[in-house]
């Protein structure tokens, strides 16, 4: 009996098992594989705004922050000899200056960001690539891309645009330390895929894993109810079980020598009766009662890739 339960219960670890590797998504990320295009971290001065010496250092001061970010970091510095006629130009120029750079492989996107300083239309963005949208969220309830980019906005409009890479490089440290959001994931409707953090890495998926911004406490309780369910499927089997056992015919439940029958005789009525009394103790049970999900957005750029990210105005 023992080895047909072990049978049982190993056959459903089995089955579970199975079904969560099927469900498991994979990974899209991995940080800074691309070793050969990390000296591509720094800044690209299109407009010639700043000096030799000045270039030298905010390059130095990138390529730190992206070593302890492990990502992928630039920055774009571009002029009235860069023509945008609206918003949605200077974002696609954003997703595409990243591909170029650190998005060499069709199928992998990596793990980074791209600064657009925009002197053209005085519409600066910021670009996401892989786990850095998680990071640098762009939810309407934790814009981190808009805190980021208004922090700098005055700087830029003083024309002080070494202090405010600085100040951005401060700052997206800043929010890596303060790790990924809860619940935070991104939704792109071009691949209508969803993206989220599991496990240290980057998640895709065609939809949110069912335990996907639910509290342990919720976890914890549907745990419970699925062991309770196990538990009675295995009382069932054993039930029934005992109950395909012949069983004992009753003269074996009675020990003669103490057994007494009590027989009392009605003289008015002339019947015979004989009287059993059970004992019996009955109890009662008393009864009891027993996500916050994230939101963003992404987009795909000319190229495939997915990204995350946001704008602002001057």
């Known amino acids: 009996m023992m080895r047909q339960l072990k049978k049982i219960l190993l056959g459903g670890a089995a089955a579970v098992s199975l079904c969560a590797s099927m469900l498991m998504p994979v990974s899209v990320s991995a940080k800074r ?53 609206s918003d949605s130009d200077v974002e696609a120029y954003a997703d595409d200056q990243y591909d170029y750079l650190f998005n060499p492989e069709q199928k992998v996107d990596t793990d980074g960001v791209l600064l657009v300083l925009n002197n053209s239309t005085n519409y600066d963005y910021l670009t996401t690539s892989g786990i850095a949208q998680l990071y640098y969220y762009n939810a309407e309830e934790d814009n981190r891309v808009w805190w ?10 003083n024309g002080n645009y070494e202090d405010a890479i600085y100040v951005f490089c401060d700052e997206l440290l800043d929010y890596y330390q303060r790790g990924i959001p809860e619940n935070a994931y991104t939704y792109n409707p071009h691949t209508k895929k969803y993206a989220f953090y599991y496990k240290g890495q980057l998640k895709e998926a065609d939809k949110l894993p069912w335990w996907f911004g639910k509290p342990l406490k919720m976890l914890g309780a549907g745990s419970a109810f699925i062991g309770a369910i196990v538990a009675l499927i295995i009382l069932v089997i054993l039930r029934c079980k005992y109950s395909l056992t012949e069983g004992l015919d009753a003269s074996n439940y009675i020990h003669s020598p103490s057994t007494n029958f009590y027989v009392r005789e009605d003289h008015f009525l002339r019947e015979h009766t004989s009287r059993t009394h059970i004992n019996s103790d009955s ?21 495939g890739h997915s990204h995350g990210g946001g704008g602002h105005h001057r």
């Open 33 to 85: 594989q691309f070793e050969n295009l990390i000296p591509s971290c720094k800044v690209y001065d299109i407009q010639g705004v700043l000096d030799n010496e000045q270039e030298q250092e905010i390059n130095q001061y990138i390529q730190d922050t992206s070593e302890k970010l492990d990502m992928y970091v630039a920055v774009h510095i571009v002029g009235p000899e860069t023509s945008f006629n």
């Open 148 to 157: 980021i980019l208004d922090d700098i906005t005055p700087m830029l409009k």
């Open 283 to 303: 109890g009662r049970s008393g009864g009891g009662h027993s996500s916050h999900g994230g939101g963003g957005h992404s987009h795909s750029s000319s190229g």
